[in-house]
Structure formats: C-alpha cells, structure tokens
C-alpha cells in the first residue's frame, strides 16, 4: 500500500477546484475504430453538462510510461487518464478531495458495483451526524451509477449527479466522474487494473492508513 493523505472516508460533499495533468496542452485527436477503444459519441461527454472543453471526455495525446488500459490520476489538476497506450489516453474531467482530505499512490482496483449501496463509515457521521446511515443505490444516491473499489482503501471512483462539482476539491478522498464518464470508464477497467493517483505538489500531504471499506 502506498498511501499519502487523511485516512479520511469519501463524504460526496460540493465545493470546488480544477486540473491539468503531465502533458500541457495535450491535444485532443480523433478516435477511430483501429484502436483498442471506443468511439466517444458527443453525447456520452460533458457538453450536455456544461463542462469546460478541458473537462469534457475525449481522446489526447499522452506520453506516458505507465502500461496500457492502467489509469493515471491527476488530482492536481482535476483529470483522470485511461491510458490507450501509443502515447494516447482518453481523458476525464473529475472532482477530487478537498483541503486536507488528498492522497496519492498506487494501487488497484478490488472490486466494481453497479448502482451501488452507500453506508456513509462511523468517522463520517461523527462529523456529519445528520447523514443516513444507510442508502440504495439509485440516481439519487452520491456514489452515482458506478463505484470503482480501490484495494482495501476507503477510496473509491464513482459517478456523480453534480456536474457542478467537477473540475473542484469537493470530496472526502473519493475521485468522482459525470455518470456518463463513469460507466465508460467502468466499461473498461477490471478487478485488478492499475491505478496511480499523483501527488498534489501545491499540498502537504500526511501518511495515511489504510481502512477497509
């Protein structure tokens, strides 16, 4: 386990921050069906969501070593990486944690849920005694449409029904995607794909210990 951050669960809170990731000005291109991904229809993306351009999903340029179909996480910036490999990946807009809340390392993905269940841990009602202690999943439930489980972390990637919240420091740890985004990101990864999340360098980040979900 490589963690660095508050060992701090993912509260689905609504604040913000933005991103940028390794390659500056990183150059949309267009997909094609001679790669290992799928076209992305402009419907799937952030515009009908009125997302920035920069935060909408697409496919750039991005040279990288990390190995293909693995995801690099900028939480700096506010960008997610699902590398296509040939010095492309196709890139998300995300909301990331907030002031005290970021982490960074590397692990990999343990388990997927479709719709998932939210039980909010005992840390977090402690802070915030007036959340339920238990929800369904379902549109109106904070994990959203999907949930990417991280190793045996309290971290998650999932959906979101607050466009407004991407591009921002809104969580408790959590990386969080538009639904459209997530679903297509959980299309292609599977239990045991790669993810580095990248250290936030404007932040001081404290070691954090590990708690299961």
């Excluded at 402009?42 to 920069?54: F, R, V």
């Excluded at 890139?91 to 997927?112: C, D, L, P, Q």
């Excluded at 538009?178 to 990101?185: G, Q, R, Y």
């Excluded at 299309?187 to 001081?204: F, M």
Aim: glycine share 10%; charged share 15%.
């Amino acid at each position: 386990m490589n963690f660095q951050g508050p060992a701090l669960k993912c509260l689905i809170l609504t604040t913000g921050a933005a991103l940028w990731f390794g390659s500056a000005g990183a150059a949309p291109v267009t997909p094609s069906h001679g790669n290992n991904f799928a076209v992305l229809s402009q419907s799937a993306t952030g515009i009908d969501a009125g997302l920035a351009p920069d935060l909408q999903r697409q496919v750039v340029n991005y040279p990288t070593n990390a190995a293909p179909s693995s995801v690099v996480i900028d939480i700096e910036h506010t960008y997610l990486y699902y590398v296509l490999g040939d010095g492309k990946a196709i890139r998300y807009g995300i909301g990331v944690g907030r002031e005290g809340f970021k982490w960074s390392g590397t692990e990999a993905v343990t388990r997927k849920a479709e719709w998932p269940d939210w039980t909010p841990p005992q840390e977090m009602i402690a802070r915030q005694p007036y959340l339920p202690r238990w929800m369904a999943g379902g549109e109106s439930n904070p994990l959203g449409a999907r949930a990417i489980y991280l190793g045996n972390t309290i971290y998650r990637i999932h959906g979101t029904n607050m466009p407004e919240t991407i591009g921002h420091d809104v969580s408790s740890g959590c990386i969080r995607l538009l639904n459209a985004d997530v679903i297509d990101l959980y299309s292609r990864v599977n239990v045991g794909t790669k993810i580095v999340v990248l250290p936030d360098l404007n932040h001081t980040a404290t070691i954090a210990t590990s708690v299961g979900r």
